[in-house]
């Protein structure tokens, strides 16, 4: 258990939305569909009412400040059944990163492996107290993209399983292009934080209102998100 589930929940009853394309840039194909992610009726890019309307103020700040771009959507609702396909490839592709062999895994090298996966995905519980900032419908996952759609190069991919996903990675940077994958992820966080989303503390595309981590990170006692029914 993460320190996060340990937040109450104090369920606020939003519908999901779609997500409108016609505002906001989409990452499409999009990738976890692409493998076979079984969202069923819904699509990754739902949120919950109250969400989508601080995503539309985040993009009125961007605006403000670079006329023409966009936030663009990664990722943002997820079933649990996508969420356990998810961490289930990561894990297999983190196996075979390291050369092991799936059948051949000791109970010690599983657990190490496994922790090394949560460090960024979270575990596809489908206790209704613990569940999934991405079940939630309150959690999304976004980078920037210019006025020509083109996207900013934020010094890492999202979903790499390292230190330089962690959102200030590059803040000490010496060289010029490195400074500038800071500035690019500081402009969104600016944007995504001025209408009250938290950032994840390890992922510098992930942000959140209302659900348990961001509860914790905001030092509120409740989550007024949790998990949607799928």
Not at 83 to 107: C, G, H, I, N, W
Request: one cysteine or more.
């Amino acid at each position: 258990m993460k320190p996060y589930q340990t937040i109450a929940i104090r369920e606020c009853g939003e519908p999901l939305v779609s997500i409108p394309e016609e505002v906001f840039s989409r990452e499409l194909p999009h990738p976890y569909a692409k493998l076979g992610a079984p969202y069923g009726d819904r699509s990754p890019f739902f949120v919950r009412r109250g969400i989508g309307d601080r995503l539309l103020s985040a993009q009125r700040t961007l605006q403000q400040h670079r006329p023409g771009w966009r936030i663009r959507i990664f990722d943002a609702y997820r079933p649990i059944a996508v969420q356990q396909f998810m961490v289930d490839y990561t894990f297999a592709e983190v196996v075979r990163s390291k050369q092991l062999s799936p059948d051949a895994l000791t109970p010690e090298q599983r657990r190490d492996l496994l922790e090394e996966v949560y460090r960024f995905w979270a575990l596809p519980s489908r206790d209704r107290a613990t569940p999934p900032p991405h079940s939630t419908g309150a959690a999304i996952d976004v980078t920037l993209v210019d006025e020509c759609d083109r996207p900013l190069d934020m010094g890492s991919p999202i979903d790499e399983l390292s230190e330089r996903s962690y959102p200030n990675y590059f803040i000490d940077a010496k060289s010029t292009a490195e400074c500038q994958f800071h500035a690019n992820r500081q402009l969104l966080a600016d944007a995504m934080t001025s209408t009250g989303f938290a950032q994840h503390p390890n992922e510098w595309w992930h942000f959140s209102y209302g659900d348990q981590l961001w509860a914790w990170l905001t030092q509120h006692s409740t989550a007024i998100y949790g998990r949607s029914d799928d």
